[in-house]
């Protein structure tokens, strides 16, 4: 598979660079038949967007979305590739003219350079999180097929820093919930906190990493294959696929290591609900036994690293290795994970949509 693309039914292909003309996807396997979720896409790209709180990069781009194909003048997909596109208009190139000849600690101009030859400097190209435009489109579209199922994804940040979030029902957070703050943290106490760190890092320069938690309630039983592509695997390569994603977990996660099986273990119990007669009691593997959904709500965890821009004195080398201090300039979030949380919502509805195409069919009305 071409690595511009992820998928097996559904599969998309981003394109575009940071400071080119566009950025955007092509969504192929898409079921026809559904109404084209014209407002979704346009909410979820709103709250990806930068500029739009003091804790984020302050570049000013509408992230207006341009459907290219595969929907029909009445609005309905028609199971062809759709293509979306979304202008890049407030590109500042200047800002990067002195890194033709540099490499940034910690970026990917040194490995890109190894791999291509060449690169694109201006914004690190597709190294950059502006490509994740284009998954935030497709998975505006994987989360309305996922709603004619029942299936509700929800993320939140969950750490900042050393500050962490309490959360006591996962399942009753909702999108309002987390978008109370600029934090993006339903946990009111703790977001304050969240605040303060992130202020703290901006005003030294400095930067500061983070932990997303994403939840998923109603996804049935039976989703993943048993080997190569079990859901937790295709969960773990869509969201290690993220800029600055350093680590994966679901349900217990790392913590599982410490415990003992009679800790970990969820035992079956029989459900209260006759489309679920079967039930665990606990949920510590969240939601994944054998790399198969067991119907349980999903449960994952996302670690992202402190930003590598940041605004203090470092130490680098030209492109002949002559050793130089470098200073960074430009706009950049202090704090990935703010604006992180619709990223990896758009990546978990992409898995879940894809495993229930490949379980289900192609066709709506084969959609529950």
């Known amino acids: 598979m071409p690595g511009n693309s ?8 981003t394109f575009g660079e940071s400071h080119g003309a566009a950025v955007g996807v092509v969504v192929d396997g898409f079921p026809a038949g559904l109404s084209f ?11 990806r967007r930068p500029g739009t709180s003091r804790l984020s990069s302050q570049r ?43 490499y940034r600690p910690s970026h990917a101009d040194y490995t890109y350079e190894a ?15 502006r490509e994740t435009v284009g998954r935030v489109a497709a998975g505006a579209l994987a989360e309305a097929l996922l709603a004619r199922s029942g299936i509700d994804v929800v993320a939140y940040v969950a750490q900042v820093g050393d500050v962490r979030a309490e959360i006591e029902d996962e399942a009753a957070l909702t999108v309002e919930a987390v978008d ?10 703790a977001a304050a906190a969240m605040v303060e760190t992130i202020e703290a890092a901006r005003k030294a320069g400095d930067s500061v990493g983070g932990v997303i938690r994403l939840r998923a309630c109603g996804v049935p039983p039976g989703l993943g ?18 800029p600055a994603a350093r680590a994966f977990e679901v349900g217990e996660g790392v913590r599982a290591a ?18 679920r007669p079967i039930r665990t009691r606990t949920n510590r593997s969240g939601g994944i036994q054998g790399g198969i959904s067991n119907g349980e709500i999903l449960r994952i965890g996302v670690a992202f690293k402190p930003v590598a821009t940041i605004f203090r004195p470092q130490d680098t080398v030209r492109r002949d290795g002559t050793p130089v201090e470098y200073v960074a300039r430009g706009r950049h979030d202090p704090c990935v994970v703010p604006r992180a949380v619709p990223i990896v919502e758009a990546m978990a509805a992409l898995v879940l949509a ?14 529950p």
């Open 60 to 102: 000013r781009e509408p992230d207006e979305v341009e459907v290219l194909s595969g929907v029909s003048p009445d609005g309905r997909t028609l199971g062809t590739p759709i293509a979306m596109v979304v202008r890049n208009v407030d590109n500042r190139g200047r800002d990067y003219a002195e890194l033709a000849d540099l």
């Open 37 to 47: 979720p014209h407002e979704r896409i346009a909410r979820k790209l709103a709250r």
């Open 180 to 189: 109370a703050n600029d934090v993006r943290c339903p946990d009111p106490a």
């Open 6 to 13: 992820f998928g097996q039914r559904l599969r998309i292909t």
């Open 115 to 129: 791999r291509y030859g060449l690169r694109f400097v201006e914004g690190g190209g597709r190294a950059s999180a």
């Open 225 to 242: 294959d048993p080997v190569f592509h079990k859901l937790t695997a295709d969960l773990a390569a869509a969201m290690m696929s993220l």
């Open 258 to 275: 410490s415990m003992r099986g009679s800790e970990h273990n969820d035992a079956f119990v029989p459900g209260d609900d006759p489309k």
């Open 354 to 367: 894809d495993h229930l195409l490949l379980r289900l069919g192609a066709r709506v009305e084969e959609v």
